[in-house]
């Protein structure tokens, strides 16, 4: 058992990778065996890492949870910001401009809209929790428009680990909501063709849950609902770490 824990303590960020490969293979499992892909696999893998995280925390006193333990050390680096911001990055370059210029002034609009309303949603369900001061505020807020840019905007302006924990869920929750609710709005709002798709995607913005939503609805929707949904995230992590942030603090010290 000391050889073992030694192995792994010097591998941990391979082992990391290790256990989130697993859990992403049991989440995706879920997905299809007890939700018929209704829920997306990266929500309940999400939810599960949230579950470890809580119990980490218990168990090691709440300082990095589960990194704490020595075996799982790994994970220190792996949740850190040098791979999320390295996640968010790769995503974006995947994306072709040339197609986003066929979407026109509508898709841009509705990439400012989406982003404002959906953090001033978070922002108002932050104050009806209680929370008074700004960097928690915005940090829910940020978390309402994707669980992406809640940590990346908590982390800026120095909020706490659980109000970024509460974040994150809020953007978990969104997600699932988007992929079941979209297909029985979809022929209520149009949503038929990739015009449409690309808007949808600019207002709602969770990449997963707008790609989840639109495979039940049309999977040739996909690409163009993910592409506005991946430039949502980018501009949530630019706008509000900044000026929403800046705004929130104007009302709320």
């Given amino acids: 058992m000391e050889y073992i824990t030694t192995l792994l303590s010097k591998n941990g960020l391979i082992f990391a990778f290790l256990i989130t490969g697993i859990i992403i293979?049991?989440?995706?499992?879920?997905?299809?065996?007890?939700?018929?892909?209704?829920?997306?696999?990266?929500?309940?893998?999400?939810?599960l890492g949230l579950v470890i995280a809580y119990f980490g925390g218990i168990i090691?006193?709440?300082?990095?949870?589960?990194?704490?333990?020595?075996?799982?050390?790994?994970?220190?680096?792996?949740?850190?910001?040098?791979f999320r911001d390295f996640t968010i990055v790769s995503t974006a370059?995947?994306?072709?401009f040339s197609v986003v210029k066929k979407t026109g002034f509508a898709g841009i609009v509705s990439?400012?809209?989406?982003?404002?309303?959906?953090?001033?949603?978070?922002?108002?369900?932050?104050?009806?929790?209680?929370?008074?001061?700004?960097?928690?505020?915005?940090?829910?807020?940020?978390?309402?428009?994707t669980?992406?840019?809640?940590?990346?905007t908590g982390a800026a302006v120095g909020a706490s680990s659980d109000v970024i924990a509460i974040s994150i869920a809020t953007g978990l929750v969104?997600?699932?909501?988007?992929?079941?609710?979209?297909?029985?709005i979809a022929q209520k709002i149009?949503?038929?063709?990739?015009s449409t798709a690309m808007i949808y995607g600019g207002?709602?913005?969770?990449?997963?849950?707008?790609?989840?939503?639109?495979?039940?609805?049309?999977?040739?929707?996909?690409p163009y609902g993910a592409m506005t949904a991946t430039f949502y995230t980018g501009l949530g992590c630019l706008l509000c770490p900044s000026i929403l942030y800046m705004l929130i603090g104007l009302f709320f010290a």
């Fill in 25 to 47: 293979f049991i989440a995706d499992y879920l997905s299809k065996k007890l939700t018929n892909h209704k829920i997306p696999g990266s929500a309940i893998a999400i939810f």
């Fill in 60 to 82: 090691t006193g709440g300082n990095k949870g589960i990194a704490d333990i020595k075996e799982f050390s790994g994970f220190e680096v792996m949740g850190g910001a040098m």
């Fill in 93 to 96: 370059m995947g994306v072709s």
């Fill in 111 to 145: 990439l400012f809209i989406g982003v404002v309303l959906t953090f001033l949603c978070g922002a108002i369900i932050a104050i009806s929790l209680g929370y008074t001061d700004a960097k928690s505020i915005t940090t829910i807020g940020a978390g309402a428009c």
């Fill in 147 to 152: 669980f992406v840019v809640g940590p990346v």
């Fill in 174 to 184: 969104k997600s699932i909501l988007v992929t079941i609710g979209t297909p029985l």
């Fill in 190 to 194: 149009s949503l038929n063709n990739p």
């Fill in 203 to 222: 207002l709602i913005g969770t990449t997963s849950g707008v790609a989840a939503g639109l495979a039940a609805t049309d999977p040739k929707l996909v």
